[in-house]
Every structure is written in structure tokens, then in C-alpha cells.
């Protein structure tokens, strides 16, 4: 056992941080309330969609933008150790990196898309050219996605899309919809499904603003009106979409805001050690010292399930277990740390951002609210502890 | 970053599995629990012929030479198993203590006697106040040539059995408490030496050892005449990782036997494993028992190295002691009526759970430590 990072990851782990810090806009942490685990205050969705643009480049430029893929496809090859050290001070920095073209999109097509298809989409995946958003859930599909009902029906060379889609993530600022519709509706659910990409610019494409409870414009519904898509679209084979999802999910088992939770508490511990109360920093209150307390060992907990989670990996292992519970586990402490950080604040806790009086820019009420996402998408805590159980420990299905 | 176990490690931990699941099976863990002495001899002598006990002492004292981390493998199978008995208190409080202060001729003469299963031992520093701190340390010795103890040690384990018991004392009143403190190698039969057994919920031997008049050889020292302090935090560190490690054994043991309930129990005409509610007791603890063996290895590596490790270890005990709790608890709930009743085995693991907590400080306990070493 050594939990040290051994010289080559030292080193990436230097190059890494340098390179955030050299080409992060000036000042990033007061331009973004991004709150660790949440979906709602993605910097994408403030008004510095330039200087991300600007960012993300840069990271194409080394590879990092696609550091999973290999170099043939114009990724940087890095092990999952590695990459996990890479997401590790992203989130530190809070600095913007991939989306779902190059975590989810890419992978899936590398496995399972043609080579003509690798040969058209990868190379301007990685270079950021071709952005996605994850057109799954549905107004009546949420946990049961395999009830979609969206329809894909073919017509000569290709296929004409009609539904709606719902919580469409950057939907409004992305290129394509990474998409599954049904095309057979005479078999089981799972197996008339298919996976696709769809050009917003289409004809008969209609995005609609969701606002969340953050007040941000992050999710959209899509309404897909007889959309016209081509057949080559289609991602690997026709009916087998459903299938191609699951294996995707384990595209996203390293992309947990580890260092966020970090950098947000020592923010928080902060403004405990500055602030007095009666006299006294609120660093000297027991009850305080407690619960930050409590809060470092959770993030320290969290960090041994996203180490033990790339280790897993790299060593040919599938993290069954261990992937969704890094997502459980995160997703609470999201909530909890957003909850000691009110508790610390007291009444400066709610007041927003541009507040005359609020404190670490309004970022804890935004994540006091946006929290509530981290434990829904992506798989709710439920279905996280349904799969623990039944994929995990094989307890039989309901 | 290598988070596996060695090849070896590997081996020692199913070859203690599997031992120990022949040789100390329930039945005999119930009988220890209720007797006085809580231990077997002859189990004793066949973790003896295997290595156990001296697994960490030098080969030269009669030991395997192993790492702290192979120790922390063996203590999570002994966890796993519950097995009774004077092992902590004898290797880690005793043993370890040796190590670490005794001079050449204290480990030429305790130490192969230990490994070879001959010799008890216990470490006796806590006190009515019931606390780890060295202020707590009223136990004094006396003297310029031998030296005279007197005070009351409680919560002292295993000391009704132990041939020898390291009694922390105060040699000197200083201004600050940590200094002036000595360890005392004991003579458990010495005149002087009262010890009662306390009955205590995990029945794990807890004493209350009383040192009246007791008189020491100047010899028997361990370390330095009023620094014993140093060594005694020293040991304190490593007895906490071990707890966390049994803890973690106990709690994976809780973990099986309630997902096995959950396949076997039959309500409503299915397994009640297929009900969520279940499930989702039961994936609550996988993440418990999982977190709290990451982290308590974590430490354990640093201490095995050599590294600081006063805010790792406060991180796993304050995370093992309250997730092992949370598991025994609900493993107790799937249980239903019948982990209520005597004659089933899961309430002797929600016993040592709330036993470990305690021991070495409590949540609570580590988390103002870890306040202290964030500096707040």
C-alpha cells in the first residue's frame, strides 16, 4: 500500500496545477458560484461564456480537454489515477473542463460507433468544436428511463424524431443532442432504443429556458417536431441504445467535484477563523469546531472513495460498489457542507450574491439551493443504493 | 498510489479467516465472554505457533519482523471474527510499548516470551477521570532507588489475566502535565496489586486495578524517568488504528450476516432483500463499512511509514466509531425480533461496536482533535 503519488504523478499533478493557474481567467473565483455536486451554477451558465471558450481551447491544445482518450483520438492517454488527479485540481480551481461530448459522447463512440463516424466526430469532440447535451429523461421518464417514448421512425436514409425531452443541461449553449428514442415499440423497453446525435440547428428543434431554483437558466425541455436526423447519426447499431447508456455510465465514475468540496470548506473555515462573535472568532466556538470538524473528515472520506475508485479502475477492476457510492457519498456531503456552511454564516448565510452585506460572494445560499440537484441527477441517491444492492450485493430485484 | 494489499497480506488475511472461523467459532466466543478470564489458552498457543503474536516484533526477539500494517490485516479478521481475548492488550498496548521504549534487556526478556505466548501483558494509564490526556495521570510513583506506586487505574483491559501491567505514573508535578510521567513495568503479583473485574456491555475484560503501596525496581522503568509521555501518545496513536481496524472487521461481519438475512428471510412470499427499504439499509452500510476501512487503512499506512499521522487517525476513529455504530444498528433492523434474542449472534457485534467507540475517544473526542490540527 502507498497513498503517496508516485514521481510521474507528482509531476502531472504540478503541470496540472501550474497550468490552471497560468491560464484560468484572473480573479475566477469571484466570476463563478459554482457549488460543488450541483448541476444548477455551472460557470457555462454566467456571463463568461468567452473566457471559458478561451480556457477550453487551451485545454484542447494539451489534450486535457479529452484526457481519458487515448493520443490516437486526440486525448492525452493518461491513466485513470492521472485523470482523477486532473479532476481533483480542476474542481480545486473550479475551473470549467469537459462536457458531455468528451466524457460521455466520445467514449461511447470510440467503443461502439463506426470508423467513419470516429473519423467525422472525435477529432472536433476534442477539440471542442462539437459540444452535447444529454437528451435522456422525459416528462414521464425520469428513474424509469427505459420508458421513454420519444420516436425515431426511419424514412429512406433517415430517421424522423418526434417527443420531448426534459432537463436538458446546456441544452442552450451546446451543438448536438446526444439522444435515445424509441425505435421499436413491440419489444421490451429496453431493447427498442436507440442512440443518436442530433444538430440543434435542425429544423423542428424547439429549446425552452427551465429556470432552476438557483435562478440560473441551466436545464431546457426540447421539443423535437418532425426533426429530420440522417441514419448515419446513429450511434453503433439500431434497438441496442439502451445498452450503449448503461456502458457509458462508466465514462463518468471520475468526474465527481472532489476538490471543490475542499476548496469550498476551506473557504468556509475561513470566514469562521475572521469572523468574532462576542468577542470571539467562531473558530473558538466548540459547537462550530465540531461541525467543521466533521465536514473535513466527510471530504477526507470522499477523497479515499474517488482515490480507491481510479485505483479500482486502473487495475482492470469494475468499481460496481464503489462508483455509486462515490456518487451517494459526494452528493450528500454537497448537501451537508452546504448546510454547515449556513449554519456557520447564520444571518449573512442567505444573503445572495451582489448583496451589500453577503460574504464568500453568495455561493453558500446558491448551493444551499442547488445542492437539492446534486442528489437527483445523474441517477438519484435511490437508484444510486438500488444498484449497490442489487448489482453490488446481490440482493434480489423487487 | 498503490491502495491493494500485498500478496502476503493477502494470504495472512484468509489464512486468519479461515482459522479463526474453525477455531474460535460463536459458541466459543459466548463462552469466553461469560467466564472470567475471556480467553482460551489454547487458542492462545496456536496464534502463538503461527506468528500472530509476535507478528510485528523483530525476528531477533522471537518475532516475524512484520509491518504495522500487517498487524492492522490481522486485528480487521479478529474484528471480523469477534475474537475474545487478550491480543490488544498484550501486542498492541504491551508489546508495541516495549518496542518502542523498552531498553536491550527489557525486549531480550519480554518480548520472545510474548511471541511465544507466554507472557500477558496490558498497558494501565487510564483513571477515574476517564480520560487520555496526561493531566489525567494522578497514579504517582515514589521513590529515588525502587519507587512506590499508588492510585487507581480504570478501564484497564485484560488486566485480571496479565503477567505484567505497564502502569503510567507521575514521578514529578511539573507545570505542564505531559512532563513527569514514567511507565512502570509491573508485576501483576506483586503485594499491592488489587485488580476487580468490571462487568461491562461487550464483556470485553475491563478491570479496575488498584496499586496500593506497590514498590518497583528502578529496573523495571520502561523509557526515561519522566518522559514517558512521549511513548505512552505514541502507542495511544496505534492502539486507536487498531481499534478502528477491529471496528471495521466487526462491522464488514455485520455487514455479510444482514445481507445474507436479507436473501434467506422470506415475507410476504419473497425475500425481504427485494424490498427497497431493505436495500437500501443494506447499501447504506456497504458505504459505511467501505469508508471507514479506506480511511482507516489511510492512517494506517502513515503510521506504518512513519509519517504524522494526528490528523488521520482522529479522522478514522471519529469515522469508524459513529459508521460501525450505524451499521451494527441497522444490520439489528434487518434482523428483526430474532437479533433481539440471546441465542443470535449479531447484538455481540452492536456490543463491541459501541465498545470500540468509546475506547481511545469517541467521535466527539477526535473531532476536537481534528479541529486543533486544522488550526481553528
Redesign the interface.
Known amino acids: 500500500?502507498?497513498?503517496?503519488?508516485?514521481e510521474k504523478?507528482e509531476a502531472f499533478r504540478r503541470e496540472v496545477e501550474s497550468f490552471i493557474k497560468t491560464e484560468l481567467p484572473a480573479n475566477w473565483t469571484e466570476k463563478n458560484i459554482y457549488w460543488p455536486g450541483g448541476y444548477g451554477t455551472l460557470s457555462e451558465f454566467e456571463e463568461v461564456n468567452t473566457q471559458i471558450e478561451q480556457f477550453r481551447r487551451k485545454l484542447a491544445e494539451k489534450g486535457w480537454l479529452t484526457i481519458s482518450w487515448s493520443k490516437e483520438y486526440g486525448g492525452a492517454g493518461r491513466t485513470n489515477?492521472e485523470q482523477a488527479i486532473f479532476h481533483e485540481r480542476m474542481s480545486y480551481y473550479r475551473a470549467p473542463g469537459g462536457e458531455v461530448a468528451t466524457l460521455i459522447g466520445g467514449p461511447t463512440i470510440m467503443l461502439f460507433g463506426s470508423d467513419e463516424m470516429k473519423k467525422e466526430w472525435l477529432p472536433r469532440i476534442a477539440r471542442g468544436e462539437a459540444r452535447f447535451w444529454l437528451a435522456y429523461s422525459e416528462p414521464n421518464s425520469g428513474s424509469d428511463l427505459a420508458s421513454i417514448q420519444t420516436r425515431a421512425v426511419e424514412d429512406g436514409d433517415d430517421l424522423i424524431i418526434n417527443g420531448q425531452k426534459i432537463w436538458g443541461t446546456a441544452a442552450h449553449v451546446s451543438h448536438y443532442a446526444w439522444m435515445i428514442a424509441r425505435t421499436d415499440p413491440n419489444v421490451a423497453p429496453h431493447r427498442g432504443i436507440t442512440l443518436l446525435m442530433v444538430d440543434n440547428q435542425s429544423s423542428g428543434v424547439t429549446i425552452r429556458p427551465l429556470m432552476n431554483i438557483c435562478g440560473t437558466h441551466s436545464f431546457n425541455e426540447v421539443f423535437f417536431d418532425n426533426v429530420r436526423v440522417p441514419k448515419k447519426n446513429i450511434v453503433g447499431e439500431k434497438n441496442k441504445g439502451w445498452y450503449y447508456v448503461m456502458v457509458a455510465l462508466d465514462f463518468e465514475r471520475l468526474v465527481i467535484p472532489i476538490g471543490g468540496f475542499k476548496r469550498t470548506f476551506e473557504e468556509i473555515?475561513e470566514y469562521?477563523?475572521e469572523t468574532k462573535h462576542n468577542g470571539q472568532p467562531l473558530?473558538q466556538n466548540?459547537l462550530i469546531?465540531?461541525k467543521?470538524?466533521?465536514m473535513?473528515?466527510?471530504i477526507?472520506?470522499a477523497y479515499?472513495?474517488f482515490?480507491?475508485t481510479a485505483?479500482m479502475l486502473d487495475?482492470g477492476l469494475i468499481p460496481n460498489?464503489?462508483a455509486?457510492?462515490l456518487k451517494?457519498?459526494t452528493t450528500q456531503l454537497s448537501q451537508k457542507l452546504a448546510n454547515t456552511g449556513m449554519q456557520v454564516m447564520g444571518h449573512y448565510g442567505p444573503l445572495e450574491r451582489n448583496s451589500k452585506w453577503a460574504s464568500l460572494i453568495g455561493r453558500v445560499p446558491a448551493g444551499y439551493m442547488d445542492c437539492i440537484s446534486a442528489l437527483v441527477g445523474a441517477g438519484t441517491s435511490?437508484i444510486?443504493?438500488?444498484i449497490?444492492?442489487?448489482r453490488?450485493?446481490?440482493?434480489?430485484?423487487? | 498510489m498503490d491502495l491493494g494489499l500485498t500478496e502476503e497480506q493477502e494470504m495472512l488475511k484468509t489464512s486468519a479467516r479461515d482459522f479463526l472461523q474453525k477455531e474460535c467459532p460463536k459458541q466459543l466466543v459466548r463462552q469466553l465472554d461469560e467466564s472470567d478470564t475471556g480467553y482460551s489458552p489454547e487458542l492462545w498457543q496456536k496464534m502463538a505457533e503461527l506468528g500472530w503474536i509476535g507478528l510485528v516484533f523483530p525476528e531477533k526477539y522471537g518475532g516475524s519482523g512484520g509491518s504495522f500494517l500487517d498487524l492492522i490485516v490481522l486485528l480487521e479478521e479478529m474484528g471480523h471474527n469477534i475474537l475474545p481475548g487478550p491480543f490488544f492488550s498484550t501486542v498492541i498496548l504491551g508489546g508495541l510499548t516495549i518496542m518502542a521504549a523498552g531498553d536491550e534487556e527489557q525486549k531480550k526478556e519480554f518480548l520472545p516470551k510474548i511471541a511465544g505466548g507466554k507472557m500477558l501483558l496490558t498497558l494501565a494509564l487510564t483513571e477515574p477521570s476517564a480520560s487520555y490526556d496526561a493531566s489525567s495521570v494522578k497514579t504517582q510513583a515514589v521513590g529515588t532507588d525502587g519507587y512506590i506506586i499508588n492510585g487507581t487505574k480504570l478501564f484497564i483491559p485484560d488486566a485480571n489475566i496479565a503477567d505484567h501491567i505497564l502502569c503510567v505514573a507521575r514521578t514529578k508535578k511539573e507545570k505542564k502535565p505531559e512532563d513527569g510521567t514514567t511507565i512502570f513495568l509491573v508485576d501483576a503479583k506483586s503485594p499491592g496489586v488489587k485488580c476487580t473485574l468490571l462487568k461491562t456491555l461487550a464483556r470485553d475484560k475491563q478491570c479496575e486495578v488498584i496499586f496500593d503501596n506497590v514498590s518497583v525496581p528502578q529496573k523495571n522503568i520502561l523509557g526515561k524517568l519522566d518522559q514517558g509521555w512521549p511513548i505512552v501518545k505514541q502507542v495511544l496513536q496505534k492502539a486507536t488504528v487498531a481499534k478502528c481496524a477491529e471496528m471495521v472487521g466487526g462491522a464488514q461481519a455485520a455487514l455479510e450476516m444482514a445481507v445474507q438475512y436479507a436473501k434467506d428471510r422470506v415475507q410476504f412470499n419473497r425475500p425481504i432483500g427485494s424490498f427497497q427499504a431493505i436495500q437500501h439499509y443494506c447499501a447504506n452500510m456497504v458505504t459505511d463499512v467501505d469508508g471507514a476501512r479506506f480511511i482507516t487503512y489511510k492512517a494506517a499506512w502513515k503510521v506504518s511509514e512513519e509519517l504524522p499521522a494526528d490528523m488521520d487517525i482522529a479522522i478514522a476513529k471519529a469515522w469508524t466509531s459513529e459508521a460501525c455504530g450505524r451499521v451494527t444498528l441497522l444490520a439489528h433492523q434487518i434482523f428483526g425480533a430474532i437479533g433481539f434474542t440471546m441465542d443470535h449472534d449479531i447484538h455481540l457485534y452492536y456490543r463491541r461496536a459501541k465498545a470500540g467507540e468509546i475506547m481511545f475517544g469517541d467521535g466527539d473526542f477526535q473531532r476536537a482533535i481534528v479541529a486543533q490540527e486544522l488550526g481553528l
Do not use: C, H, Y
Open positions: 500500500m502507498d497513498f503517496r503519488f508516485n504523478e489515477i473555515t469562521a477563523r473558530t466548540p469546531r465540531n467543521l470538524a466533521a473535513a473528515i466527510e477526507e472520506v479515499m472513495f482515490w480507491q485505483w487495475k460498489i464503489e455509486s457510492v451517494l457519498f435511490e444510486q443504493r438500488n449497490i444492492a442489487m453490488g450485493l446481490g440482493l434480489p430485484r423487487p
